[in-house]
Nanobody, 125 residues
Framework: QVQLVESGGGLVQAGGSLRLSCAAS????????MGWFRQVPGKEREFVAAINWSGGNTYYADSAKGRFTVSRDNAKNTVYLQMNSLKPEDTAVYYC??????????????????WGQGTQVTVSS
């Protein structure tokens, strides 16, 4: 089992940037494909980005393409989400998740096995 802890959220003005981190413990992160999701109160959790175990394959939601970049450092057991050109509609709690099928990159939240507790991102206009 792996434990995930997100960090790096906060308040930023529109057009600004944030880098979220997801640190893993319990097992080596290279055993998992990873995903980032976000959720606004009253709405379903939304896929943002995913990355396979090696970092060689990534997948983005249309809303994230060209602005967000997912990456990983398996030596540090950490996955990142670099978010640029942030918009007020990016405001949400952001979660990272681990998929034991380490080669797969998927938008489907039901295929992820472990989740972090989330970190709040607020973008002001």
């Amino acid at each position: 089992q792996v434990q995930l802890v997100e960090s790096g959220g906060g308040l930023v003005q529109a057009g600004g940037s944030l880098r979220l981190s997801c640190a893993a413990s319990g097992r080596t992160l290279s055993s998992y494909a990873m995903g980032w999701f976000r959720q606004v109160p009253g709405k379903e959790r939304e896929f943002v980005a995913a990355i396979n175990w090696s970092g060689g394959n990534t997948y983005y939601a249309d809303s994230a393409k060209g602005r967000f970049t997912v990456s990983r450092d398996n030596a540090k057991n950490t996955v990142y989400l670099q978010m640029n050109s942030l918009k007020p509609e990016d405001t949400a709690v952001y979660y990272c998740a681990a998929d034991r099928s380490h080669y797969r990159v998927t938008y489907y939240s039901g295929l992820y096995d472990y989740w972090g507790q989330g970190t709040q991102v607020t973008v002001s206009s």
